[in-house]
């Protein structure tokens, strides 16, 4: 061992010395300090590391120990040791840097936080140095045959290293914004808050929800029956008859903007086209081994009506469970600093993309339901993602490359 030529033992020999390394460090210091990551010490990092990988590459010329870390042993020992530390980030769960997590032997590890560790950042750095070495030799020996494989490998090294610099520049921020009103502030993950470029006016906030649905739930636990299996009656329109467990339920009624109008012994629905209307189901149920009937109004309530529900029996209650939203949406003009006034319709999984950032539909105040008035989004700046779509780019270059010249080769 440590005999040259170097071969795998020294490649092991290596990667389990920086990983013991990075536990020391870890138990000494805690997880990396992630402004590290932030611009411009990161762009400043980020260059001088490039520089120092094209030094060790041309001092490689004279040194067969430099020249090892472009070799294939190099390559398959660093990758194998990193990889176990990412399955093993798969198999912990993470937690962020803003909660606190109890403590112990994998919080002392930081596996919990794996990808601020030691242990991991050192590997990667050893895994991106090995990388870039096996490119920067590929390209000192460049040939057109060796397109696919050197855009395959710079193509992930630009990838893995935009991602790791830009790890502390991308902001993720949440933003509640009332109709009507227009808001520039957004709060982080740590609750603080920023004043942003641009500003969000939101002009109308709609939800399309699901029909309503019928369930039984046990009267003692509260829990939808059968347990681990709970069964339901989709009511789309009325009349509409159905089973759930031993009852025979009809519909007789279905009233989706409605009013509660209650005195001491009776509760009845009535129509109510107006704000703060929830849906209401008349319904007659009966059971199918005893002949018991039970019928009555059954409401999922809001805000401004009551929960209403029918008793089956001294266990069993017929209940209508908050609609689910099927779609929400809001209608907003933005306005940026450089004085644009931009008109977008932003859903879920639907983005608006302004200056820099991407608005996503996040949320809404769940305490009115349909009738919110108030819409949550989610800002998310990444300035190091065009770097990282174009090593994304190269590497699909790569691929494509290699059904070009297989080929060829093949003919050779």
Same mark, same amino acid.
């Given at each position: 061992?440590?005999?040259?030529?170097?071969?795998?033992?020294?490649?092991?020999?290596?990667?389990?010395?920086?990983?013991?390394?990075?536990?020391?460090?870890?138990?000494?210091?805690?997880?990396?300090?992630?402004?590290?990551?932030?611009? &411009?010490?990161? +762009? *400043? #990092?980020?260059?001088?590391?490039? =520089? %120092?990988?094209?030094?060790?590459?041309?001092?490689?010329? /004279?040194?067969?120990?430099?020249?090892?870390?472009?070799?294939?042993?190099?390559?398959?020992?660093?990758?194998?040791?990193?990889?176990?530390?990412?399955?093993?980030?798969?198999?912990?769960?993470?937690?962020?840097?803003?909660?606190?997590?109890?403590?112990?032997?994998?919080?002392?590890?930081?596996?919990?936080?794996?990808?601020?560790?030691? &242990?991991?950042? +050192? *590997? #990667?750095?050893?895994?991106?140095? =090995? %990388?870039?070495?096996?490119?920067?030799?590929?390209?000192? /020996?460049?040939?057109?045959?060796?397109?696919?494989?050197?855009?395959?490998?710079?193509?992930?090294?630009?990838?893995?290293?935009?991602?790791?610099?830009?790890?502390?520049?991308?902001?993720?921020?949440?933003?509640?914004?009332?109709?009507?009103?227009?808001?520039?502030?957004?709060?982080?993950?740590?609750?603080?808050?920023?004043?942003?470029s641009l500003a969000i006016e939101l002009k109308n906030f709609t939800i399309d929800e699901y029909p309503p649905k019928l369930m039984i739930i046990d009267n003692t636990t509260g829990k939808a029956q059968p347990e681990g299996q709970p069964v339901n009656l989709l009511v789309e329109?009325?009349?509409?008859?159905?089973?759930?467990?031993?009852?025979?339920?009809?519909?007789?009624?279905?009233?989706?903007?409605?009013?509660?109008?209650?005195?001491?012994?009776?509760?009845?629905?009535?129509?109510?086209?107006?704000?703060?209307?929830?849906?209401?189901?008349?319904?007659?149920?009966?059971?199918?081994?005893?002949?018991?009937?039970?019928?009555?109004?059954?409401?999922?309530?809001?805000?401004?009506?009551?929960?209403?529900?029918?008793?089956?029996?001294?266990?069993?209650?017929?209940?209508?469970?908050?609609?689910?939203?099927?779609?929400?949406?809001?209608?907003?003009?933005?306005?940026?600093?450089?004085?644009?006034?931009?008109?977008?319709?932003?859903?879920?999984?639907?983005?608006?993309?302004?200056?820099?950032?991407?608005?996503?539909?996040?949320?809404?105040?769940?305490?009115?339901?349909?009738?919110?008035?108030?819409?949550?989004?989610?800002?998310?700046?990444?300035?190091?993602?065009?770097?990282?779509?174009?090593?994304?780019?190269?590497?699909?270059?790569?691929?494509?490359?290699?059904?070009?010249?297989?080929?060829?080769?093949?003919?050779?």
């Amino acid at each position: 061992m440590w005999n040259k030529p170097w071969r795998y033992a020294e490649g092991w020999a290596i990667g389990a010395g920086l990983l013991v390394t990075g536990l020391i460090l870890q138990l000494a210091t805690g997880n990396v300090d992630a402004a590290f990551f932030w611009y &411009p010490v990161n +762009l *400043l #990092f980020g260059g001088a590391y490039l =520089v %120092l990988l094209l030094l060790l590459h041309l001092l490689s010329r /004279r040194s067969a120990a430099l020249r090892w870390f472009a070799g294939l042993e190099a390559s398959i020992t660093s990758l194998c040791i990193w990889l176990v530390l990412v399955v093993l980030m798969g198999l912990t769960p993470q937690v962020a840097p803003t909660e606190h997590p109890a403590g112990g032997l994998i919080a002392r590890l930081g596996f919990n936080r794996m990808t601020t560790s030691w &242990p991991f950042v +050192l *590997l #990667f750095l050893y895994v991106l140095t =090995v %990388l870039g070495q096996v490119t920067l030799r590929k390209l000192a /020996r460049f040939r057109w045959k060796d397109i696919p494989f050197v855009l395959n490998h710079a193509g992930l090294f630009i990838t893995l290293w935009a991602a790791i610099l830009g790890n502390g520049d991308l902001q993720r921020l949440r933003m509640p914004v009332s109709e009507g009103a227009a808001e520039w502030r957004a709060t982080d993950e740590t609750g603080g808050m920023t004043e942003l470029s641009l500003a969000i006016e939101l002009k109308n906030f709609t939800i399309d929800e699901y029909p309503p649905k019928l369930m039984i739930i046990d009267n003692t636990t509260g829990k939808a029956q059968p347990e681990g299996q709970p069964v339901n009656l989709l009511v789309e329109e009325s009349p509409l008859s159905g089973s759930l467990l031993d009852w025979t339920v009809e519909v007789t009624d279905y009233l989706p903007m409605a009013a509660c109008v209650a005195d001491k012994d009776t509760v009845n629905f009535v129509g109510f086209q107006s704000e703060g209307a929830t849906s209401a189901l008349y319904v007659k149920a009966l059971n199918r081994k005893d002949g018991s009937r039970r019928e009555g109004w059954v409401s999922s309530g809001n805000y401004m009506f009551p929960y209403v529900t029918l008793p089956l029996s001294d266990s069993e209650i017929l209940v209508m469970p908050e609609r689910e939203p099927r779609r929400f949406a809001s209608d907003v003009t933005v306005y940026t600093k450089d004085k644009q006034k931009k008109e977008a319709l932003i859903e879920v999984n639907k983005p608006f993309s302004v200056a820099g950032w991407k608005i996503y539909q996040l949320s809404y105040d769940e305490t009115m339901g349909k009738w919110s008035e108030t819409s949550i989004f989610e800002l998310v700046r990444d300035p190091w993602l065009p770097v990282v779509y174009a090593g994304i780019c190269m590497m699909l270059s790569g691929a494509v490359c290699l059904f070009i010249f297989a080929p060829k080769k093949k003919e050779n």
